[in-house]
């Protein structure tokens, strides 16, 4: 690297550490917000005096959160729906990606295939029609629904497609030259060569099924069922417009607004987040350079 | 003869997720009907009273279809254009740090608020931006009288556009710092020989690198501009700052979940997909004329 | 089971007296008990025995249902669909409640009933809160006609309750002449909004109760100056982003927050229509009144009287409750129920409530109409299953001052509360005659009564509310049993001023369901309303685009509107 010693140059880096330090502090804060309140005072917290340090100190809500068999319930159950939605997901988009990625002359219809794909990433009945669909499939309330809701991203599959055909086409006439059929070379010479790349979709495919809550909300008859993001979202009240309540709804509502213990268990639902991208870091990084750029 | 065998492995391995976009994807779209029909939920989809073009005539009519098309414009083209510019900028003064370190530290944090979901961040942005949150905090030291500006209509756009670009920028440089590791370090030293400064470099090295990756991303993102964000303007917004916060999707939703127009949410629903088909179709003919890129 | 006869007897003794006036009452009702006999092999009961009556096999009853996802009084292993309250139904009456789905109060259940309506599978009961809800579902023609079953299942309390509004309340669960929904009724004085101010702060500055509009601003601005609730102390409470300036006559009633007294104290009385005296109506909100009170609602937040946060928070009651305010309006039960936590964070908060008079002395006072939320029962229940539902509420109606409270009594399965619409003034009167002796909580016992929660209330009173009982504050109150607390405050202190001052003018809206016209265009108008008023208090709009948005708002559809509603008026 060039050594540029200038004054000029000098002003620029220590400017630079410093804008970079703000955004830094810009990205974390929220965590330490979070966290600031879930462990302060509940009046403080409630009028909003909590800013950059806590107020108080309470661990109250940690400790009702650690009786709260409902907040764990919706943890397991956005556990398994990431698990079991990931591999469901990855599976299907692999196994669309692969075909597509093979040029017009050795697969005829791919074009007719990929344009109903891209119809249907951008076309759809509306909510109505999509809840009443997976009404008859009888999947509404089981996790199910959920799980097969993420079903087929196109998205990712366009990203994995455009990967595979990146790869060198030795790879696949050597393959083809030995006599390998298309599964055998899609999983022992395609695969193994797009592990950054599936890496990378398996972790996009988990921010979404961790983080999705509205599905959670329309699909779920009973709130025994809702994922976590569902559960916190139904606890920062709506009261919708134009409807009164009785006394004892308001009652259960002002209940509701308990910020403290609603932080703590933001800040919970943050934590996998927290420990998981760090180390996956490096995959995704890669698998959006080698995917969505093409040289 | 082998070539033909092996389109019978492609049509199988595309059969799972084709037997899937038609049962949840296709089958729904049978919906689309309702948006010519009055949707009787008691006769069906099949037995409704057809209206012709009268829900999308009515949808016109309604001041709000006007509001929320503008504003979900000038938010979707806002989050475009700041979305690429400030990753640019950061990726370009990552880029220009020296301690390695300190580099990999701001690379870790920056990416982390992408990870968080609307509906966490919402509650977090709703604290900042609070009367008592921390920016009136900041405002209060130098003077001035505080701010509500979860209601005020004036910066609610901004307030979105903003939050949004701050969540997103460290993961959107990912692809501009991917390219910036493709630079031959070549080029740097032939110029600093030359006596180029820092902005010099910056200008005729390091911009030019990136140019092809901008207007890439730029054409490719031509088919977000009604997407403005269901999420994130669903979990911040209230009725105070409907006249530029209420966007396609947020509308979508109330028409029909609140106050049981089915047909005419279906109507806006399909107005809106049709627009982005388009887009998309345009996005995909300048990618591939400009850049020679294949989308698809 | 003993016990069980013995209560079915008193039923089937208190019920002949009744049915004895009640049976000549409609042609229908002999038609309609003979369909049930065919449909049941039970001796032909009528009346109360009929309303009460156990079915002879299990009948499911599935319904949807809102829940509140903090609620922590199921006992444990208990769930939503198995509880005391649906064992209660399952012993008593065979009914066997099976729960489709649930949702959180608020949002969730509103689009969870959007989407049931939708799909056009109705579970076979649910109470929506919302009347358009019903409407919607009634024209897509999902919902059953139980004008018939109604009356032949109804119990005598129900029907005496039902008859203290006037047929307002069949009227409202009405759909083109059929009975399509129970409607819920509640007390009058829900609709009555009050201040509600804290009596100790005034004493601490020794300022007299307010009176009027200007009274209020002086005290307001003497609580901030003094810092009475702390550094951010605030004057007047207001809206939250989910709740109103004012109530309309769509949603007539409790509105904690709102600015109501003061549009009454102005004569305006915005969101209601109203009877001009000569065949036309006006719309509340476009008139001068409401523009000047506007005007008067934008000075003093400008002056920093009302909270700043005003039409954002989240919740109305954060400010009240954390004591940060000393002024807020709504009805009676604001203090007490809705406020609780201000008791439980300042045990001297000494809420008081008071009616805010015009400057000619006058107290003005929007009315509401009956209740607002309906139980709707599916077009493809059984009759058996339309049946249970009755008695469901009957039951309710009958018993639920003496459920076990511990257990929410919101678990009660398809509840829609059923008040006589004076109940809060009978309480009040006769509560603060047990207090002085004048009568004795025993003379309350009386299983059938209109007024339900009576009896067990009059026993709890001498508990809760110690002597002298004749300026009642916060410290005559026991708070040992929190409930009681509330609910007796609540009665006492916040229904004070409805029961014991006349109200000099009482307005009613012309109507308090809407026109044909209002379900494609009041959407739209209603939101350019709330928008216009709220900017105009925060001050981001001036007073000047009242006038505009009147003008707009008639030409939108707003003079159609009005044309229809004039038109109600001929009636």
Redesign the interface.
């Known amino acids: 690297?060039?050594r540029?010693t200038?004054l000029?140059?000098r002003t620029?880096?220590i400017a630079?550490?410093i804008?970079?330090g703000l955004?830094?502090i810009?990205?974390?804060?929220?965590?330490w917000?979070?966290f600031c309140?879930s462990i302060s005072d509940k009046a403080a917290a409630n009028?909003?005096?909590v800013?950059?340090y806590p107020i108080g100190f309470s661990l109250t809500p940690y400790k009702e959160i650690i009786n709260d068999g409902r907040f764990f319930n919706a943890f397991w159950i956005s556990i398994q729906r990431t698990v079991l939605g990931t591999g469901f997901s990855l599976?299907?988009?692999v196994?669309?990606a692969?075909?597509?990625a093979?040029p017009k002359k050795?697969?005829?219809?791919r074009n007719t295939?990929?344009w109903?794909?891209?119809?249907?990433m951008?076309?759809?009945?509306?909510?109505?029609?999509?809840y009443?669909?997976?009404q008859n499939?009888h999947l509404i309330n089981t996790i199910w629904a959920l799980v097969?809701?993420g079903?087929?991203p196109v998205f990712d599959?366009?990203l994995i497609?455009n990967f595979f055909r990146n790869l060198p086409k030795e790879l696949n006439e050597a393959a083809v030259v030995d006599g390998a059929?298309?599964?055998s070379i899609?999983f022992r010479v395609y695969i193994p060569c797009s592990i950054p790349v599936l890496a990378a979709v398996a972790l996009f495919l988990s921010?979404y099924h961790?983080?999705?809550?509205?599905n959670g909300l329309v699909l779920m008859n009973t709130a025994d069922k809702y994922p976590l993001?569902t559960y916190?979202?139904q606890l920062?009240v709506n009261i919708?417009?134009g409807t009164s309540l009785t006394p004892e709804q308001y009652k259960k509502l002002s209940e509701l607004s308990n910020r403290t213990l609603?932080?703590a268990k933001?800040f919970i639902?943050?934590v996998p987040?927290?420990v998981v991208?760090?180390f996956l870091?490096r995959y995704?990084?890669s698998g959006?350079?080698l995917g969505?750029?093409?040289e | 003869m082998r070539?033909l065998?092996?389109?019978k492995?492609?049509?199988l391995?595309?059969m799972?997720?084709?037997v899937?976009?038609v049962?949840?994807?296709?089958?729904?779209?049978?919906?689309?009907l309702?948006a010519f029909q009055n949707y009787?939920?008691?006769?069906?989809?099949f037995k409704s009273e057809w209206v012709g073009m009268d829900n999308f005539k009515?949808m016109f009519q309604?001041?709000?279809s006007k509001t929320v098309i503008v504003n979900t414009f000038i938010i979707a083209i806002g989050k475009i254009v700041f979305n690429l510019f400030v990753p640019l900028v950061?990726a370009i003064?990552?880029n220009?740090?020296?301690?390695l370190r300190?580099k990999k530290?701001?690379?870790?944090?920056?990416?982390?608020?992408h990870?968080?979901?609307?509906?966490?961040?919402?509650?977090?942005v709703?604290?900042?931006f609070?009367?008592?949150?921390?920016v009136n905090?900041v405002i209060g030291m130098f003077g001035h009288d505080?701010k509500?500006f979860?209601?005020?209509?004036?910066i609610f756009r901004q307030l979105i556009i903003g939050t949004d670009v701050?969540k997103e920028?460290?993961y959107n440089a990912?692809?501009f710092?991917?390219?910036l590791t493709g630079i031959n370090?070549n080029l740097?030293?032939a110029a600093?020989i030359d006596g180029a400064?820092?902005w010099q470099l910056i200008r005729h090295v390091t911009l030019p690198a990136l140019t092809t990756?901008v207007v890439?991303l730029g054409v490719l993102s031509l088919?977000n501009v009604l997407n403005a964000g269901?999420?994130q303007v669903y979990?911040l917004y209230?009725?105070?700052v409907?006249?530029t916060g209420d966007i396609l999707d947020t509308w979508?939703?109330r028409l029909?979940?609140?106050?049981?127009?089915?047909s005419l949410?279906?109507a806006a629903?399909?107005f809106k997909?049709v627009i982005?088909?388009v887009l998309?179709f345009i996005s995909y003919r300048l990618a591939y004329r400009y850049a020679d890129?294949?989308?698809? | 089971m003993k016990r069980n006869m013995a209560a079915l007897l008193t039923v089937a003794l208190l019920g002949l007296s009744l049915t004895a006036c009640s049976s000549n009452d409609s042609p229908n009702n002999v038609k309609a008990s003979s369909n049930s006999n065919a449909n049941s092999d039970t001796p032909a009961l009528t009346g109360d025995d009929l309303a009460f009556s156990k079915f002879p096999k299990p009948v499911d009853v599935h319904i949807g249902m809102v829940v509140d996802p903090t609620d922590k009084t199921l006992p444990e292993g208990d769930s939503v669909g198995n509880n005391p309250y649906t064992r209660y139904l399952k012993d008593k009456y065979n009914i066997n409640v099976i729960v489709d789905w649930t949702a959180a109060t608020g949002?969730d259940f509103?689009?969870k009933v959007?989407?049931t309506?939708?799909?056009?599978k109705l579970p076979d009961g649910m109470v929506v809160d919302d009347r358009?809800?019903m409407t919607?579902?009634a024209s897509?023609?999902?919902l059953y006609d139980i004008t018939d079953i109604f009356q032949q299942y109804q119990s005598s309390q129900v029907k005496d309750i039902m008859a203290s509004t006037d047929g307002r309340a069949l009227e409202n669960a009405s759909y083109k002449g059929k009975m399509v929904a129970l409607p819920n009724i509640t007390v009058d004085t829900d609709g009555v909004h009050v201040l509600w101010i804290r009596k100790d702060w005034l004493d601490k500055l020794k300022l007299p109760v307010p009176k009027t509009v200007s009274d209020i601003e002086k005290t307001a601005k003497a609580f901030i100056d003094n810092k009475l609730g702390g550094a951010?102390t605030i004057g007047i409470a207001g809206p939250s982003?989910?709740s109103f300036p004012y109530s309309t006559f769509l949603v007539s009633s409790n509105n904690m927050g709102g600015f109501d007294p003061i549009f009454g104290a102005m004569d305006a009385y915005p969101g209601y229509w109203l009877d001009n005296g000569d065949g036309t109506v006006s719309y509340g909100t476009t008139t001068e009144n409401t523009k000047k009170t506007l005007a008067l609602l934008a000075d003093w937040y400008k002056k920093g009287l009302i909270d700043?946060?005003v039409?954002?928070r989240?919740n109305v009651g954060d400010p009240i409750n954390a004591n940060q305010t000393g002024i807020f309006f709504g009805p009676w039960w604001n203090g007490g129920y809705g406020n609780g936590d201000s008791f439980k964070n300042d045990p001297t908060a000494n809420w008081q409530a008071y009616p805010v008079y015009s400057d000619d002395n006058k107290w003005n006072a929007h009315m509401k109409t009956t209740g607002s939320t309906y139980t709707v029962i599916s077009?493809n229940a059984k009759p058996d299953v339309v049946k249970a539902i009755m008695i469901m509420n009957n039951a309710l109606v009958r018993d639920e001052s003496t459920f076990d409270l511990s257990v929410n009594v919101g678990w009660y399965p398809l509840r829609n509360v059923m008040a006589a619409a004076n109940e809060t003034e009978y309480e009040y009167a006769e509560l603060l005659k047990v207090l002085k002796g004048e009568t004795q909580p025993e003379d309350y016992n009386k299983p059938n009564s209109l007024y339900k929660l009576m009896y067990a209330d009059a026993k709890k009173v001498k508990d809760v509310i110690k002597p002298p009982y004749d300026d009642l504050n916060v410290s005559n109150f026991s708070t040992a049993n929190f409930g009681d607390f509330q609910r007796l405050y609540s009665i006492m202190i916040g229904d004070r001023p409805f029961t014991t001052v006349p109200i000099d003018k009482k307005v009613y809206s012309v109507t308090y369901n809407q026109t044909p016209t209002m379900e494609?265009k009041w959407?739209?108008l209603k939101?350019?309303e709330?928008?216009t008023v709220?900017?105009i208090i925060?001050g981001?709009a001036s007073i000047d685009s009242f006038d505009q948005f009147v003008k707009d708002w008639k030409s939108?559809g707003g003079d159609e509107i009005t044309k229809e509603v004039a038109e109600l008026l001929k009636k």
């Not at chain 2, 009787?40 to 989809?45: A, K, T």
């Not at chain 2, 530290?105 to 608020?113: H, I, K, R, S």
Request: proline fraction near 5%.
């Open positions: 690297m060039v540029n200038t000029g140059s620029f880096e630079n550490i804008v970079l955004l830094v810009s990205c974390v804060y929220p965590l917000y979070t309140v009028s909003g005096l800013t950059i599976l299907m988009t196994l669309m692969y075909p597509l093979r050795d697969f005829k219809m295939f990929m109903i794909l891209v119809f249907c951008l076309f759809n009945g509306g909510l109505i029609p999509w009443l669909t997976i499939y097969l809701g079903g087929v599959v366009i497609m059929g298309p599964w899609l921010v961790w983080n999705e809550f509205f993001q916190i979202q920062v919708p417009v609603n932080s933001v639902a943050m987040m927290l991208y760090p870091q995704f990084v959006i350079m969505a750029v093409k | 070539k065998g092996h389109q492995h492609y049509y391995m595309l799972p997720g084709m899937w976009l049962m949840f994807s296709i089958v729904p779209m049978f919906g689309i309702m009787n939920p008691g006769s069906g989809l009515y309604l001041n709000d950061f003064l990552l220009e740090l020296r301690n300190y530290l701001v690379q870790t944090v920056v990416y982390l608020p990870f968080l979901s609307w509906v966490i961040m919402s509650t977090i709703i604290g900042i609070g009367y008592y949150g921390v905090t505080p509500l979860m209601a005020d209509a004036g701050w920028f460290g990912i692809i710092l991917a390219a370090l740097y030293e600093a400064n820092r990756t890439l088919g269901f999420d979990n209230n009725p105070l409907y006249s979508v939703y029909g979940l609140q106050n049981l127009q089915f949410a279906t629903g399909l997909s982005s088909f998309i890129y294949t989308v698809f | 949002n509103k689009q959007s989407l309506i939708a799909s056009g358009s809800f919607k579902a897509s023609g999902l951010n982003k989910n700043p946060e039409g954002t989240d077009k494609t959407a739209n939101k350019m709330d928008e709220m900017k925060l981001q939108q």
